[in-house]
């Protein structure tokens, strides 16, 4: 089924989705419990991209990034005020090509990027340098790590999800959800995940030499 030209947009300022990930939220604005219900009435995709700055109050008047990510709504909980609990799934990545403000929230003209190639996958070497860099980010919390030794969990999941969920700047995570092919954005996340592995090593020296100097 081909994916719509038109979709709501849900501009948020600290949230980067990725295809096939999955994103829970808390809708509480009318504007957003309206979107809700209208794309519960059709394709259920909501276009999730990343806020330059502060949303003003019709939001028109925010920049976005050039990439966003679609999620698909698989599931919904309405609270008995008016307010919903939703979990996306990510779908596919777009580029937002015009903004229509005819509704309480925004609408995006967007145009899809390609879909990933289902044989691509990483390399015994790349695979093993990206997981031994996750490790070692996430340091002594590793019992949430036990989806590395799954089996079930392709090359593209792994970067995905991981993109997704480490704790780093969500600048960072726009310029991976930026880069459509798969083994460059495995390689731009291990370059990120050694400079903070390289930030954490000299911290310690440079707070030092801050106290010498004092």
Known sequence: MPLPRLIPLFPLPNVVLFPRVLLPLH???PRYREMVK???AGDELIGMILLRGAESSDGSRTDLYSVGCAGRMIRRVDLPDGRSNILLQGVREFVPREQYFDRPYRVGAVDW???PDKEL???EAR???LVERIRGFVGDKQEGLRILNDPTVDD???VNLFAFALDVPVAEKQSLL????LLARAERLIEILEFHALERECSPALEQAKFRVQ
């Open 113 to 115: 990027l390609p879909a």
């Open 27 to 29: 809708i509480f604005e």
């Open 121 to 123: 996958h990483l390399d």
């Open 178 to 181: 930026e880069i459509p092919d």
């Open 156 to 158: 593209e999941m792994l």
């Open 127 to 129: 695979k093993r340098c």
């Open 38 to 40: 209208d794309v519960a």
